[in-house]
């Protein structure tokens, strides 16, 4: 699939610019967590659309993976040739902190130190690495996507060198300041340390792009305040030809929740919702819940207490191709937010979940960037996250739209869609080098 887009006010094809560009993502495919997975969509359009690409990502081994898969499977096998891998045996300092000769909570002790000094090695090691292949061959712009933060480290060090612009994304608040109840907020203490790397970061790349509004107007309250003026929201990318596009659950209700639902999110008020309205619609309700993904005890717990365990099915993390294939068959996609104080983030399952076509039922604190987004483009509704008789409410009505048909009218994603696709994504960078004055598109 290749991509065209409007260039210059006329409809050029983004293959007659050629832009070489270098990406610094330690997260990166084919480690599937959810900022591999991100940036992996992001690369992928950007070789669709005829642009030259170089990741420098680290090598995550099973070992350092979680339950995540590690394994290069579609739909990312594209983008093996362009990937990187910088490691050495003392970037991987943090493995001995997971040694089961270690005492626990000596390990607890040790991790974070090492956890550092590891990182602050990677970030050297790609610096030098992303020096030499811009010698080797100039890039006329350098990405660096966090998390983790070391990414905008190496970038920060390459920078000094390589002299191209330099555009640092973020994708969520660093660790400490990340808001309550996943950490301290804003009241939390950086440290003298990271205070000044995140002042040199602000301050010497020439653009700083974010997901949502939400997320830009918090970071900035740690950053130097200049990145106001040198920064825009740049939502996550879709993938345009997801499988199973389109696709039902045939002839069930199926809400389908795919990625982590661990603490601090908290699914008590929709299974308490759901179970309320499996009561009211009677026995012969054709309705259940799927969830796909990293669950916690507690989830299967609340469902026995609830008495809906014959309705809900829990599903191991499976490959992201898989997991699609899964999202393709259900109905709704289910979103489950914390009860944040500032509900800034932008979850990337939101994307899957329309670019298949799927309406959304979130379930998200007032003012959130996805009530935001579902309010203004529709595609769905949101419930306060801690309101079982809204999440009951609104069961009832999307059930009721989708036994007469008229659910993809009543709920309809389109406009939704449009504000992640390919296309969109891809102008918004355009411009972006534009303004910057990256030779392709100057």
């Known amino acids: 699939m290749r991509y065209s887009v409007p260039v210059d006010g006329g409809e050029a094809s983004i293959t007659s610019r050629p832009v070489r560009i270098l990406m610094v993502a330690p997260s990166f495919v084919p480690w599937e967590n959810a900022e591999s997975i991100v940036s992996g969509k992001l690369v992928l359009a950007f070789l669709r659309a005829g642009w030259h690409v170089d990741v420098i990502s680290r090598a995550w081994v099973p070992s350092r993976s979680g339950s995540y898969s590690v394994e290069w499977k579609e739909p990312w096998l594209a983008l093996q040739p362009v990937v990187h891998h910088v490691d050495t045996r003392m970037a991987n300092l943090a493995d001995m902190a997971s040694n089961p000769r270690i005492p626990g909570q000596r390990a607890l002790r040790l991790y974070p130190m090492v956890r550092g000094v590891s990182d602050l090695i990677w970030a050297r090691h790609a610096a030098r690495y992303a020096t030499r292949l811009h010698d080797r061959e100039p890039y006329d712009a350098m990405l660096s996507r966090s998390f983790p933060e070391i990414a905008h480290l190496a970038a920060l060090w390459a920078a000094k060198k390589v002299r191209i612009p330099w555009i640092a994304n973020w994708n969520d608040p660093t660790l400490v300041k990340r808001p309550r109840p996943y950490a301290g907020g804003l009241d939390a203490k950086l440290g003298w340390i990271r205070e000044r790397s995140f002042a040199a970061i602000g301050r010497t790349a020439a653009w700083h792009t974010f997901p949502s509004e939400m997320l830009r107007q918090?970071?900035?309250?740690?950053?130097?305040?200049?990145?106001?003026?040198?920064?825009?929201?740049?939502?996550?990318?879709?993938?345009?030809?997801?499988?199973?596009?389109?696709?039902?659950?045939?002839?069930?209700?199926?809400?389908?929740?795919?990625?982590?639902?661990?603490?601090?999110?908290?699914?008590?008020?929709?299974?308490?919702?759901?179970?309320?309205?499996?009561?009211?619609?009677?026995?012969?309700?054709?309705?259940?819940?799927?969830?796909?993904?990293?669950?916690?005890?507690?989830?299967?717990?609340?469902?026995?207490?609830?008495?809906?365990?014959?309705?809900?099915?829990?599903?191991?993390?499976?490959?992201?191709?898989?997991?699609?294939?899964?999202?393709?068959?259900?109905?709704?996609?289910?979103?489950?937010?914390?009860?944040?104080?500032?509900?800034?983030?932008?979850?990337?399952?939101?994307?899957?979940y329309v670019g298949l076509r799927k309406p959304i039922l979130a379930i998200t604190p007032r003012g959130s960037t996805v009530e935001q987004l579902l309010a203004a483009h529709g595609g769905g509704v949101a419930v306060e996250c801690r309101s079982s008789s809204a999440v009951h409410e609104q069961l009832r009505r999307m059930y009721a739209s989708w036994k007469a048909g008229n659910l993809a009218r009543d709920f309809d994603v389109s406009a939704l869609s449009s504000q992640f696709s390919a296309e969109t994504i891809l102008q918004q960078y355009v411009d972006l080098f534009s303004r910057l004055g990256v030779k392709s598109f100057a």
């Open 218 to 352: 918090y970071i900035a309250k740690y950053m130097p305040v200049e990145i106001l003026s040198r920064s825009s929201v740049i939502p996550h990318i879709g993938l345009d030809d997801a499988p199973g596009k389109d696709r039902s659950g045939g002839d069930s209700f199926v809400i389908c929740h795919a990625g982590e639902l661990t603490m601090p999110r908290d699914p008590d008020s929709f299974f308490s919702g759901f179970a309320q309205f499996v009561r009211d619609e009677g026995p012969d309700v054709r309705a259940k819940v799927v969830l796909c993904g990293i669950n916690e005890a507690r989830g299967r717990d609340m469902v026995s207490r609830y008495g809906i365990a014959d309705r809900v099915e829990f599903v191991s993390p499976r490959p992201f191709a898989q997991s699609q294939e899964i999202l393709a068959q259900a109905t709704i996609g289910l979103i489950i937010e914390a009860p944040c104080e500032h509900p800034i983030f932008l979850p990337s399952k939101l994307i899957d």
